[in-house]
């Protein structure tokens, strides 16, 4: 018997798992309940496992069920996608779009952007997750990642959606009582506000000038895993912050706060859309990240996501 899997069988067994009984899925395939029933032995017999529990009125997925399920559906979507790609379709996104973003520019930016895209493409069922740190590369939890830095690893495409950078900035009243840090190393003797990302180290900031960098291990006085938290610390005059210009612009225009140390660069912080290479013909995520290039296209740091793109 021939051991590989076949995209029929896997369809097969989708419907199966979408439905309350086999005589339920016997009528949908218009077979009879022992042909359905047959089919399923053959397919556990040649896995070795069981994939369903059942009786006479209900059936239940076992763990090996809902293992082969997820992997299943998965390959069919890839399947398809490819076949929209190959054929040149012009049929509109369909399917469901699983999208990562950071806490605030998920929040600001992402979500409002989101929100334009289904109006757009009605078909496309979304689910946005906000954490603080994306997730692993290899996850398949997520269809499309919007990170800031361009990812390491290789194996991942990643488009660039917006130029961005970090800033170090304190409010007037803050600069008023301390002063102004006129060289990183007086960062030490400041106040802080520290953002806590995932794993990386936290009260220790990179700045540099020309090919000369900096280390600076900070005076850390306030630290949180949320930015806009960290900000309006920094608005009430707690300290100094370093955050992405694309959370803090309207308030350096507003003149809230004001940026310091302004001659020093900090490690790269653009924005980029990140997606395994399966799903480069993927119709859902291809017209999600050229609607995100198209919204930011000419977008200043700050400046609302309020409008759609130009299609």
Known sequence: MNSSAHPSEMAFFSLLARCSSLAAAARELGLSA?????????????????????TTRRMQLTGEGELYLMHARRILADIDDME???????????????????????????????????????????????????????????????????????????RPIAANRRLLCASPAYLAGHGEPAQPADLARHAC??????????????LHRGKRVETVKVNVAMSTNDGEIAVNWALDGHGILLRAEWDVARHLAAGRLRE??????????DIYAVYPPRHQYAGRVIAFVDFLQRAFAGRVPGASSAGTPAA
């Open 84 to 158: 929209r790609h190959v054929s040149s379709a012009r049929r509109l996104p369909q399917g469901l779009l699983r999208v990562n973003a950071t806490l605030g520019f998920g929040r600001n930016h992402v979500a409002p952007l989101l929100s334009q895209f289904r109006e757009r493409y009605p078909d496309v069922d979304v689910q946005l997750q906000l954490t603080v740190a994306p997730p692993p590369l290899t996850d398949d939890a997520f269809d499309v990642c919007v990170r800031f830095g361009e990812p390491p690893d290789a194996r991942v495409i990643a």
């Open 34 to 54: 022992p042909a359905v029933t047959k089919r399923l032995a053959q397919m556990e017999a040649r896995l070795g496992v069981q994939l369903l529990t059942r």
């Open 193 to 206: 506000i520290d953002i806590r990302h995932g794993s990386e180290t936290h009260g220790v900031w990179r």
């Open 260 to 269: 310091v140390l302004g001659r020093y660069g900090t490690p790269p912080a």
